[in-house]
């Protein structure tokens, strides 16, 4: 059995939360929808997410593995594992760092199975050796602020999980207020993923609340991919 609560009713509370994200998305839509015809000015369409869609086009398969499982994984592993942490969740904080810094040094012309294997391998050994050692003072220290202070920590990172978002829709960094407005439903997200993490305690609850999320966007683009 898990400590806390049953796993029947984390599962019920899994549901729970990722309907009331659904519904918290509609009515941002709707609200996103009026403005936007109320203010004209504000082109929603102004941005696309361009590669995504042609990589989705291209590599439909790879796309979804993306989409529904590593997506999930990395991100989770970067934006939830400190809020109310473990020890093995700090480790895997900074492997997931690890993980996105190093793909960013991978040129983009290189095999994607061959460039994740590669960052997944070095994280796997990065996480048995951090996880190998004793929690030192300023570890045991950061895991008590980060417990106390955790509502900080949500909603930061519900923030930049939206943020990082924009590269989506563009290469480099900017913002602006249609950029903003984009990524909103992202923060929203962002704030339920860890909503779950903190009422559920366990990293995958998250995970597998970010993995239904993309899997409904899937299963709807599916005749598109098919």
Known sequence: MIPGLHISTKTKNLWRNYLL????????????GFLNSVLPSINLDKYQ??????????????????AVIIAPILEESLFRSLIK??????????????CFIGIGFIPA???????YSL?????????LFLNSLTPSRFIRLLRV??????RITWMLMAFLFGLVHIWNYVEGWQLDLVLFLLIFPRI??????????????????????HAMNNGIVVFFLLPSLI
């Open 119 to 127: 960052v997944f391998l070095s994280a796997v050994i990065l996480f």
């Open 145 to 150: 602020w980060l417990w106390k202070n955790y």
């Open 85 to 98: 942490p473990s020890y093995t969740e700090l480790n895997i904080f900074v492997c997931a760092l690890a």
């Open 188 to 209: 929203i997200a962002g704030f339920f993923f860890g909503k779950i993490k903190i009422e559920n305690h366990y990293l995958i609850w998250p995970i597998l609340m």
């Open 21 to 32: 994200m659904i519904g918290t998305y509609f009515i941002s839509f709707f609200l996103l």
């Open 109 to 115: 012309e290189a095999n994607a199975f061959l460039k």
């Open 49 to 66: 997410q361009t590669e995504l869609f042609n990589f989705m086009n291209e590599s439909p398969l790879a796309f979804i593995c993306m």
